[in-house]
């Protein structure tokens, strides 16, 4: 069988399983980082499901915890970062047990990731090309020359003009919109089953904004990856997410539709963040605000994360911690679809 037949087999292959298996799979997270005063919880008991060709959104302030679940789930956390409990699977595979050696071959071939800054993911004294090869060659049986001509194939699907002349140039040649479509590229060279995309249009332009959220949503479509987009801005949820996580201080508080949970919010601090956005059909002289800020990891309240900030707040929420639970056409970490906050 040629290298090439082989990778057509393997492409077929993985197809059949993703459709058997989601393409990621969290179960009761928690994520701790070890201090000399103590233990710090970032993550606590977060779950979340991608299927094959699903874009999740997940959102929430600065220190929500976003960031973390990403890395914990690509095996990245630094020390003295660690997974204290629950479970990931990537493609029906279990992820967290793994060793550093065998998650390496995991990523890449079964996980892609794209950062905020492109910059990061390339290096600067290696053309794109090189980088881009190495990466197809190193989880497929491509030859030198299959792989280049598959490097070609990815920089034109990403939308890279003239991709033969543009392999062989820096990282620098390019703008910023052009290299994070490289590392779109890079991210998806070996068709894996699920991308982790960490606010990967903070840094550019809304007109580029625009272009890389629907390459985002075409490639999903065309190539059924499950991607997790962690963002701040709801514009980039609204336009291209399926569903849609809320994270506060560590916690998902809130899981639905996107048009669901952006136009029928039903935890107290999504429906602030939805006030916050401003409104292209009404002109108002001061834009709504949640009073106050996030605790910090160390200074979290007892019961719910948010009862310092909620207007809704009772006895309840100072002394219980809530959990997911039905609430409209989602779920919502809230005691007022949980027997009330007295």
Same mark, same amino acid.
């Given at each position: 069988m040629t290298p090439a037949a082989a990778s057509q087999r393997t492409g077929t292959d993985t197809m059949a399983a993703r459709s058997a298996a989601p393409a990621l799979e969290v179960s009761n997270l928690t994520v701790e980082f070890r201090t000399r005063r103590g233990t710090l919880t970032a993550i606590d008991d977060v779950s979340m499901r991608i299927a094959p060709g699903e874009i999740l959104g997940v959102v929430g302030e600065s220190g929500a915890g976003k960031s973390i679940t990403g890395l914990a789930v690509l095996g990245l956390l630094e020390v003295p970062g660690r997974i204290a409990a629950g479970e990931i699977h990537v493609n029906g595979r279990r992820i967290d047990t793994l060793t550093e050696e065998q998650l390496t071959k995991v990523r890449g071939r079964e996980m892609g990731a794209i950062f905020q800054d492109p910059l990061t993911a390339l290096n600067p004294i290696f053309s794109i090309g090189a980088q881009l090869i190495e990466t197809i060659r190193l989880h497929t049986d491509l030859s030198k020359e299959e792989a280049r001509q598959r490097a070609i194939k990815l920089l034109r699907e990403v939308g890279i003009p003239a $991709?033969?002349?543009? +392999?062989?140039?820096? $990282?620098?040649?390019?703008?910023?919109?052009?290299?994070?479509? !490289? !590392?779109? %590229?890079?991210? +998806? %060279?070996?068709?894996?089953?699920?991308?982790? %995309?960490?606010? $990967?249009? =903070?840094?550019?332009? !809304?007109?580029?904004?625009?272009?890389? =959220? %629907?390459? +985002?949503?075409?490639?999903?479509?065309?190539?059924?990856?499950?991607?997790?987009? !962690? =963002?701040?801005?709801?514009?980039?949820?609204?336009?291209?997410?399926?569903?849609v996580a809320v994270m506060y201080s560590g916690r998902v508080v809130e899981t639905g539709r996107v048009e669901d949970v952006i136009h029928d919010a039903q935890h107290p601090y999504t429906k602030g963040l939805m006030a916050a956005i401003p409104s292209l059909h009404e002109r108002v002289d001061k834009l709504a605000q949640i009073d106050g800020s996030m605790p910090r990891l160390n200074a979290r309240p007892p019961g719910c994360a948010f009862n310092a900030r909620c207007p809704a707040a009772g006895p309840r929420c100072h002394r219980d911690k809530p959990v997911l639970v039905p609430a409209g056409r989602g779920e919502a970490a809230c005691f007022l679809h949980d027997g009330g906050t007295e």
């Open positions: $991709p033969e002349e543009r +392999l062989d140039q820096y $990282p620098h040649q390019f703008s910023g919109g052009m290299r994070q479509r !490289v !590392v779109i %590229a890079l991210a +998806l %060279a070996a068709e894996p089953a699920l991308i982790i %995309a960490d606010e $990967p249009t =903070t840094a550019l332009d !809304v007109s580029i904004q625009a272009q890389i =959220t %629907a390459l +985002l949503r075409r490639l999903c479509d065309d190539h059924q990856t499950g991607i997790m987009l !962690v =963002t701040h801005d709801m514009g980039v949820i609204a336009e291209t997410a399926d569903r």
